[in-house]
């Protein structure tokens, strides 16, 4: 890439990050009826046009394979029609959820006379750096539209024709609304240097999302200058307590792996107390190895379950998104969580238990941004949560945290009223 060719994509994407700049403020101040009526309209235009988003899908599939991508990330970038189905229902549900743009809590009268609330409001022009998913496209920006912000879409270069045939539905539906079409915008140029320039942006772009592979985000969280909303891995743990249900056990621990396994809320690493090992084990290997997961297992696994092979260190914190397993027998709950918090990535653990005591310690001490009892890890996504949808998950601590929807995409002011107040010494 040339000085002068990466100088050119800088000034186009500066160009589009001063239309989203104009464009977020007529979203913010636009009515909710508006809002729900552009995001009604994107989900009529994506089943309108199914037929051409498929057809633009089956075209960068064939690239995808031709270019000798893997499996895994074939299947992400897949739109059946199923799945474009799904779309236009996450914006459909988007629509209907409650609208959080000028919501105000806390009034409260101060000792001066003066009120003082909060008001929830826009973060203003959000950046979407995502690989491989083009319904990342929809749901983001379905999500940015209804909670007042403008949003800009970088789909990876593997998704391109899928991701513009999607984004031109977005914008017809904008405009149709009566909102401006630069309140989505897609980045037409799959040239890397178009990341570069955004991620510099901040006087037109206020938050970045990026979604994708570790080293992406890696790569956004160090060059950034504008505040990152993101998590690095998906290490997700299914612990099995010495008080569990076997049935259930069995059940979640399966699900949590093989349901999908490319997701970051896959279960990659399975706990299993000693004293119930010898029942359950032999019950979720015979299942795993039916749908060929490779186990790779500590000595005590490895023992009790023949086609396991020895787990090295590095295995404990891996996020596969494949067709493999780490498992581990742990002495106590104690261990277990000692496991967790030390190979963990801080996205999702769940517990399999019938002790209550048990279940309130895991939710209490387990330092992640989604603490689950009695179910699948799979379970961690916006949809299932009733966001609607999500633009991505969090494992930071400030501002959002575990699926980000609606609220995870506004901000809060002080609000002060008064009737001629002034402060005295």
Known sequence: MTTDSTANIAKQVEAIGKRARAAGREVARSTTAARNAALRGMAEQIEANAAAIAEANKEDLGAARQAGLDDALIDRMELTSARIQTMADGLREIAALPDPVGAVREVASRPSGIQVGRMRVPLGVIGIIYESRPNVTAD?????????????????????????????????????????????????????????????????????????????????????RIPVIKHLDGVCHVYIDSAADIDKAVAIAVNSKVQ??????????????????????????????????????????????????????????????????????????????????????????????????????????????????????????????????????????????????????????????????????
Not at 180 to 198: K, S
Not at 291 to 311: F, K, Q, S, T, Y
Not at 324 to 351: K, M
Request: net charge negative.
């Open 260 to 425: 999908r396994l490319g997701t970051c809320n896959t279960m990659e690493t399975l706990l299993v107390a000693a004293d119930v090992a010898e029942r359950v084990l032999p019950q979720i290997a015979a299942q795993l190895r039916q749908a060929d997961i490779e186990l790779r297992g500590c000595p005590r696994v490895c023992a009790m379950v023949p086609e396991a092979i020895a787990a090295s260190e590095e295995d404990w914190g891996t996020e596969y998104l494949g067709p493999i397993l780490s498992i581990t027998i742990v002495d106590d709950f104690d261990a277990a969580l000692d496991h967790i918090q030390r190979y963990g990535s801080g996205h999702t653990e769940s517990i399999v238990t019938e002790s209550y005591p048990m279940a309130q310690r895991f939710l209490r001490e387990v330092d992640s941004s989604s603490v689950m009892v009695n179910a699948s890890t799979r379970f961690a996504d916006g949809y299932e949560y009733g966001l609607g949808a999500e633009i991505g998950i969090s494992t930071d601590k400030l501002h959002a945290r575990g699926p980000v929807g609606l609220e995870g995409l506004t901000t809060e002011k002080f609000i002060v009223i008064g009737d001629g107040h002034i402060r005295g010494g």
């Open 140 to 224: 983001a920006a379905g999500l940015c539209i209804k909670s007042g912000n403008a949003a800009i879409l970088r789909g990876g270069s593997e998704a391109i024709k899928s991701n513009q045939a999607i984004g031109q539905c977005i914008r017809s539906a904008l405009v149709q609304a009566g909102l401006p079409e630069d309140g989505a915008q897609v980045i037409a140029t799959t040239d890397r240097d178009a990341v570069g320039a955004l991620i510099q942006m901040p006087e037109y772009v206020d938050v970045i999302v990026p979604r994708g592979g570790k080293s992406l985000v890696e790569r956004i969280s160090n060059e950034a």
